[in-house]
């Protein structure tokens, strides 16, 4: 969702004074501060998360650098080599802004990755159900009912006891979760769309059925899918961090924030507050910011709000 | 489901490992291997996995040596107590804050209400659960952090609610899990008390004369409910799943913990008889949800007519 945002910087100067549908989209986006505020923050963390190796001030993976000595150091304090850690290290002596840069890299990672991919199969299944309709909407909907009538948390939970640890099993189970979302949305409005003259006129052509419901109807559903998008990113992200944080997640090697909240969790009853605190305000401002830029989408993008 | 579950249960890790002492010789861990009826083909486990299971026995737990089923049924009361603690907590403090911002929707004090909802949304459960510890257990030293203090038996079954230690241990957790809640409850009353003191009822009793504080508490409250209950009906499922959450951060045994000690310790039997017992849980909820729904909304029951 961002990625589109930011390609739209880049073609912003060219047309100036013609309204097109996508400038007054912006203009309606730009409107609410904390909207344009919260893309920004969002933009610096997707930024941390691409650059991570290059702008942390140590690798905390690097084994050379790294000693036991400089462990549990308060936030602003001193190693014995001289490097200041502002935020404090950890009970390894790792740097704590540091693994946040890079813990941030895999929570995005895994979230914006299984998002996407849970788009893309909630999508076709969606467009697939409201076309067809009959048999298929039956079966298709039936099972996203099932699927929403669980919580996410268990059956990600359940699923993960199954198919133990590991990034790609974590996606999977995110896919797993999050697709029913999705088919949801997209069904929704692609039944609206369906009974458009354009779709008839497709038809008419005797244009494939893929063709129909992927450049035809897709495009036309878009709108209410890239809010859902940008919930459901901020929600995956969310999800992960609980689970590595129940120890059911990621493994040790790809440590996530939920992991470094975990790390944390032993040192907090010997008041290391830190350890466990920053790592949450990252995960807590990733998350907000995504929610907040999300929910200035849902009411740009409403066509019921729109002047 | 119960063969994905015990395949996939089955296929992650070696509880052998886990379980032996260390320094056993090798006819030992043959010995003990077969008592668990380990070394038997996994479709033949499985066939008397079900007709045990049949028979109501789900196994014995490989840690407990005691019946699955009686440890998880046992550590139910726990978690329950826990999700309706924060149920109550969710439903005294987010509807009056939220009938509050819908009557007064443009009080600084209204935006701050849903400012911080947009936060509850946000925080995830877990890093808002150590926060509270910090402050509250280990900075403070005001409530307990882990376990559920003194219990009283009530009807043969133990509840923490009957003594003041145990009110005291319920405190954080049940506040920390009903966070999520209180803001759905705050944004669900905010949007339907706006929607109804537009309504001409509403109007009408103001013209009459009634007081303010009757026009809220008979004529708003009845018509603002509906959707709160409801919501609040398909909510308890996600109590007691987010439990599981709650219950590792705090060290409430219920029977969340109980199944993330399971995760960790490949106590199969438990992994497998808690997923029946959550489902089962579930099916039942959902059932009683729709039942209430249409009890409580008499256009549901009338379009069900008409159909």
Redesign the interface.
């Known amino acids: 969702m961002s990625e589109t945002v930011r390609v739209a910087h880049t073609h912003e100067p060219i047309v100036r004074e013609v309204e097109t549908p996508f400038r007054r989209f912006l203009s309606d986006y730009f409107e609410s501060q904390v909207a344009v505020i919260s893309l920004f923050v969002l933009g610096v963390i997707i930024f941390i998360a691409l650059l991570a190796p290059f702008i942390s001030p140590t690798n905390p993976y690097d084994l050379a650098s790294v000693t036991i000595l400089d462990s549990k150091l308060p936030p602003g304090g001193q190693s014995m080599a001289g490097i200041t850690y502002w935020l404090g290290t950890d009970g390894a002596g790792r740097g704590l802004l540091s693994s946040i840069f890079y813990g941030l890299r895999i929570s995005l990672g895994v979230g914006v990755m299984s998002s996407l991919i849970a788009l893309c199969i909630g999508a076709t299944v969606g467009l697939m159900a409201a076309y067809y309709g009959g048999r298929t909407d039956t079966v298709i909907m039936r099972i996203v009912d099932i699927q929403l ?3 996410a ?2 059956v990600a ?2 699923l993960l ?4 640890k590991g990034v790609d099993k974590i996606i999977v189970a995110l896919v797993i979760v999050q697709w029913a979302y999705y088919a949801r949305t997209v069904r929704a409005s692609a039944l609206v769309e369906r009974n458009k003259e354009y779709v008839d006129a497709a038809r008419c052509l005797a244009l494939g059925d893929k063709r129909i419901l992927f450049r035809h109807l897709l495009p036309n559903c878009m709108p209410p899918l890239i809010v859902v998008v940008t919930v459901q990113t ?1 929600h995956a992200i ?1 999800l992960e ?2 689970l590595s ?4 997640g990621l493994p040790i090697t790809e440590p996530s924030l ?1 992991l470094l ?1 975990a790390n ?2 032993d040192y ?2 010997s ?1 290391m ?1 830190w350890i ?2 920053f790592p ?1 305000v990252a ?2 401002i990733t ?2 910011s995504i ?2 830029v999300g ?1 200035q989408l849902r009411d740009v993008l409403n066509p019921r709000l729109q002047k | 489901m119960s063969l994905i579950v015990f395949v996939g249960v089955n296929i992650v890790g070696d509880p052998v490992d886990m379980l032996i002492n260390p320094e056993a010789d090798q006819a030992e861990i043959e010995r003990f291997i077969r008592d668990l009826g380990l070394d038997r083909p996994l479709h033949e486990q499985y066939w008397y996995f079900v007709l045990n299971a049949l028979k109501g026995d789900l196994g014995n737990s490989f840690i407990f040596n005691q019946p699955a089923l009686k440890l998880i049924i046992q550590r139910i009361p726990a978690t329950f107590e826990l999700a309706l603690a924060a149920l109550l907590m969710a439903v005294t403090i987010g509807i009056p804050l939220g009938v509050y911002a819908g009557l007064n929707p443009d009080y600084r004090i209204s935006k701050t209400i849903m400012a911080t909802s947009i936060l509850g949304f946000s925080l995830p459960t877990f890093w808002v659960g150590l926060m509270m510890i910090m402050v509250f257990a280990v900075m403070l030293g005001w409530l307990p952090s882990f376990g559920r203090g003194e219990t009283e038996m009530l009807f043969g079954i133990e509840f923490s609610f009957l003594t003041r230690d145990g009110l005291a241990h319920l405190l954080l957790p049940a506040l920390n899990l009903s966070l999520f809640k209180m803001s759905l409850v705050i944004r669900l009353t905010r949007a339907g008390t706006r929607e109804v003191v537009h309504q001409d009822y509403i109007k009408f009793a103001r013209a009459k004369g009634i007081s303010q504080n009757r026009i809220i508490f008979v004529h708003l409250m009845k018509n603002i409910m509906i959707p709160v209950v409801t919501v609040l009906g398909l909510e308890f499922g996600g109590l007691i799943a987010f439990s599981v959450v709650t219950e590792t951060v705090f060290s409430w045994p219920g029977m969340g913990k109980l199944i993330i000690d399971a995760l960790h310790n490949l106590d199969r039997p438990v992994i497998v008889a808690y997923l029946m017992i959550i489902v089962i849980i579930f099916v039942f909820i959902n059932l009683v949800v729709d039942v209430l729904y249409s009890i409580l909304d008499p256009r549901v029951r009338l379009q069900e007519l008409k159909g």
Not at chain 1, 161 to 164: F, P, Q, V
């Open positions: 009538s669980f919580p948390i268990l939970l359940i006891a199954a198919l133990g901020a969310s961090a609980t944080f129940l120890g059911v939920g909240i944390g969790f907090m009853l008041e507050y466990s605190f949450g995960l807590l998350i907000v929610n907040l929910d």
